[in-house]
């Protein structure tokens, strides 16, 4: 269980028996994990560098286990903190992109085309998914309506026949609806890959990063999209993808409540989303979910902090460590 906090296996073995057995020494501690000395002297090494053992000062020579809720509570905190630097650093890529794309969303070069209207767009993702020869990777915030799901079918269905890898990215709030459900698990039986996350990037098709699709407009995707194949942005939008990737949750997956705070992950990102001064109803549509849905999430956590308040309720979340 402890190897994801990025303990060995052995590490881990050593670091019990150090819990259970607090005056063996080292050959005690060997024979009882049934490894060598040296092979418990390394596992002290790595359980000192993150800070679980020190040394006993009862026992002049040798290592004392640090209690979990100290050691391993510390431990979860970093991790904690570096998943908090990786968010902002893709709040940041997201916005960099945005900027990007909107600056080129005037343009029409050799490397972007303009494209208005569904029926320009749909053309050209058919074109996008016949040239594809290694992968697809997509972005798809909100929840699809099942007339664009079921045009999807047959190009996902040749491409998969190909050998081309299916990439897709949801919103958490996808799994409660069940048209998307259905086409994600269909994708997923036939070969390609479904993650989701609370928030994922705007609408993004990239094939074999070489080309991409982007909407002009974020807030109405049918309007029009921008055809890239510039290296420059295509690099940026690859990036995004991949650090949103990286961070979702494989469908069928679980995402279990935090076990220190209680919270899912999506009341986490709206505390967050929150945090920085959006509107209930922009918070929502981040995260794809309506206000009232907002409103019932912030009463529940104002419930478990005892706020009487959104601001008392944000203070009592940093004191905590919730933010």
Same mark, same amino acid.
């Given at each position: 269980m402890l190897e994801a906090l990025g303990l060995t296996a052995r590490a881990c073995q050593v670091y019990q028996a150090m819990l259970d057995r607090p005056d063996d020494d080292i050959d005690a501690l060997a024979a009882h994990c049934r490894l060598s000395p040296g092979q418990v002297h390394d596992s002290l090494d790595e359980l000192g560098a993150l800070f679980l053992v020190r040394a006993s000062a009862e026992h002049p020579g040798r290592m004392r286990a640090i209690d979990p809720?100290?050691? =391993?509570?510390?431990?979860? #905190?970093?991790?904690?903190?570096?998943?908090?630097?990786?968010?902002? #650093? =893709?709040?940041?890529?997201? #916005?960099?992109? +945005?900027?990007?794309?909107?600056?080129?969303?005037?343009?029409? +070069?050799?490397?972007?085309?303009?494209?208005?209207?569904?029926?320009?767009?749909?053309h050209c993702l058919e074109q996008m998914g016949r040239t594809a020869t290694r992968e697809v990777l997509s972005s798809q915030p909100g929840v699809q309506r099942p007339e664009d799901l079921a045009?999807?079918?047959?190009?996902?269905?040749?491409?998969?026949?190909?050998?081309?890898?299916?990439?897709?990215?949801?919103?958490?709030?996808?799994?409660?609806?069940?048209?998307?459900?259905?086409?994600?698990?269909?994708?997923?039986?036939?070969?390609?890959?479904?993650?989701? #996350?609370?928030?994922?990037?705007?609408?993004?098709?990239?094939?074999?990063? +070489?080309?991409?699709?982007?909407?002009?407009?974020?807030?109405?995707?049918?309007?029009?999209? =921008?055809?890239?194949?510039?290296?420059?942005?295509?690099?940026? =939008?690859?990036?995004?993808?991949?650090q949103s990737w990286n961070t979702a949750v494989p469908l069928g997956a679980t995402t279990p409540d935090d076990p220190a705070t209680g919270l899912t992950p999506t009341e986490r990102e709206l505390l967050r989303l929150l945090g920085t001064g959006l509107t209930d109803d922009t918070a929502g549509q981040r995260l794809g979910i309506s206000a009232r849905t907002v409103g019932r999430h912030m009463s529940s956590i104002m419930e478990r902090l005892s706020a009487t308040s959104r601001f008392e309720a944000g203070i009592k979340a940093a004191q905590q460590g919730w933010l």
């Open positions: 809720s100290i050691g =391993l509570a510390g431990m979860v #905190a970093r991790q904690e903190a570096d998943l908090a630097a990786r968010q902002a #650093a =893709l709040a940041a890529s997201r #916005a960099a992109v +945005t900027r990007m794309v909107a600056d080129r969303a005037e343009q029409r +070069t050799a490397h972007g085309e303009r494209l208005l209207g569904m029926d320009a767009i749909h045009a999807s079918r047959p190009a996902d269905t040749e491409a998969l026949t190909r050998g081309v890898a299916i990439h897709t990215l949801y919103q958490d709030t996808s799994r409660h609806h069940p048209h998307v459900a259905h086409y994600a698990h269909w994708l997923l039986g036939q070969g390609g890959e479904v993650r989701t #996350a609370p928030t994922i990037p705007q609408r993004i098709v990239i094939v074999d990063r +070489t080309q991409a699709l982007v909407p002009i407009d974020p807030e109405n995707t049918r309007k029009g999209a =921008l055809h890239v194949t510039e290296p420059g942005i295509l690099n940026a =939008l690859l990036n995004l993808y991949e």
